[in-house]
């Protein structure tokens, strides 16, 4: 993946076993401990807003220079022809940055884009719970989580919900200067709903042991 880059920056894939001459643009990174990463989420201002339907997030939306979501079809295309890894990155509204590392990460293609996640290491903490793994993909009109309620529409954002939603959602509300009062929809990592995020970026590349 992005071979022949040297330094980070927008690169064209083919990640389409079936239609292999469909390009698709994406945003990489060269520099994060030894590159090769593909971003397959980037969120920093609000610009974008990640309250989306579940055909918007299957083809994807936004820039890949700006705030985006590459899309579950493209990632599950991408996870789903070799093991990859999971880079998450987060910044409070603190400035400070953490992350989180899975060496295992896969999308399944064609089964509601179910959730597959192992091996953590890193900072930020683990914010995908034991509840998370095996959790399909949930958006407001596609509710495919375990929960009695609409996670994705109470918490504002698609995501693999787990039981009683989860403990994460880095799509939920974007709140500038992080003032989310006692909401609980925001753009969060970990159990604490209300401490929300001032960026977050999710980014994948084959796994090398």
């Not at 083919?14 to 994406?26: A, F, Q, S, T």
């Not at 399944?108 to 993909?137: E, I, K, P, R, W």
């Not at 693999?160 to 992080?178: D, I, V």
Request: hydrophobic residues 30%; negative net charge; contains cysteine.
């Amino acid at each position: 993946l992005h071979q022949g880059m040297s330094s980070s920056g927008i690169d064209i894939i083919y990640p389409y076993l079936e239609h292999p001459d469909d390009p698709v643009l994406v945003l990489c990174d060269q520099e994060t401990d030894g590159g090769g990463w593909t971003v397959i989420q980037n969120r920093y201002d609000g610009s974008e807003d990640f309250y989306r339907s579940w055909d918007e997030y299957v083809t994807g939306f936004g820039n890949p220079n700006e705030e985006h979501y590459l899309g579950n079809d493209v990632i599950s295309q991408l996870t789903g022809q070799k093991v990859n890894e999971l880079r998450v990155e987060i910044e409070n509204w603190d400035n400070k940055s953490t992350y989180a590392h899975y060496q295992m990460f896969w999308v399944q293609l064609g089964y509601n884009y179910m959730l597959q996640v192992a091996l953590y290491d890193g900072t930020a903490g683990n914010g995908f719970s034991v509840n998370d793994y095996g959790q399909f993909f949930s958006t407001f009109d596609h509710d495919m989580d375990p929960s009695s309620q609409n996670c994705a529409e109470d918490y504002h954002g698609g995501w693999w919900y787990g039981a009683y939603c989860g403990f994460s959602n880095l799509n939920g509300r974007y709140y500038p200067n992080g003032d989310a009062g006692d909401a609980e929809d925001g753009m969060t990592w970990g159990d604490d709903r209300h401490h929300v995020l001032k960026t977050s970026t999710m980014k994948i590349r084959p796994y090398c042991a």
